[in-house]
């Protein structure tokens, strides 16, 4: 049986990183990170956004940035022309 990962790649997920910072409770002048991190579809985000929902919802940590970065594992090859050739030995 295939991976998990890998047949959610084929299926058009991607691996994404989400950076959240957030207030600690107690002292909100403090700022906490946590990292997040799946297979999630781009643009859109569902899972990401159903996480954030299930935040605000039941933590006390008050949210304040969240960086997302995205990448495609699984992507078409590049292709580039050589314009020479260098041979060693």
Same mark, same amino acid.
């Given at each position: 049986?295939?991976?998990?990962? &890998? /047949?959610?790649? /084929?299926?058009? &997920?991607? /691996?994404?990183? +989400? @950076?959240?910072?957030?207030?600690?409770?107690?002292? =909100?002048?403090?700022?906490?990170?946590?990292?997040?991190?799946?297979?999630?579809?781009?643009? !859109?985000? =569902?899972? /990401?956004? %159903? #996480?954030?929902? #299930?935040? @605000?919802?039941?933590?006390?940590?008050?949210?304040?940035?969240?960086?997302? +970065?995205? !990448?495609?594992?699984? +992507?078409? +090859? @590049?292709?580039?022309?050589?314009?020479? %050739? #260098?041979?060693?030995?």
């Amino acid at each position: 049986m295939a991976d998990r990962s &890998f /047949l959610a790649q /084929l299926q058009g &997920f991607s /691996l994404t990183t +989400a @950076e959240i910072l957030y207030r600690l409770p107690d002292y =909100p002048s403090v700022l906490q990170t946590y990292l997040w991190q799946d297979y999630d579809v781009h643009p !859109r985000f =569902p899972k /990401l956004t %159903e #996480f954030l929902s #299930f935040w @605000e919802a039941n933590l006390d940590g008050k949210l304040y940035h969240v960086r997302v +970065a995205s !990448r495609a594992l699984l +992507a078409p +090859a @590049e292709l580039k022309r050589v314009d020479g %050739e #260098f041979k060693l030995h």
